[in-house]
């Protein structure tokens, strides 16, 4: 998939076009450190390597550990869809051919449901891990 995409400088697009995207964004922009620089090359190096290219993610940052890594962020519903839409805009305006453009949406669509970890509570129920003030029922 690397080599069919045309290599690193197919990547490295796609991750500035998606983080010109999320530097204007009002839910992701806060959950970034003023400089994205750090935060492109990561994703660069991410998917450089998990579609088939040189491994200098893990040779720089160690194992991916994609869920743990994104753990300290707060991430539900509005934030996974504002990632997938920014990220689909820069598939679309890569230029990959449909059938890889699809593939390349698929694994996005899958890896941001992984890191939800935010969820809202439905109405009448309790947050999947509730706070010990929700456990005490007085009365």
Known sequence: MYERLGGAGFFAALTARFYAGVADDPVLR???????????????????QYWGGPADYSARRGHPMLRARHLPFSIGRPERDAWMRHMAAAVEASGAPEELARELLEYFDRAATHLLNAEAPRPGHLPIVPAPSELRRDG
């Open 30 to 48: 806060p959950l970034y450190p003023d400089d994205m620089a750090d935060a492109e090359t990561n994703l660069r190096d991410f998917l450089v």
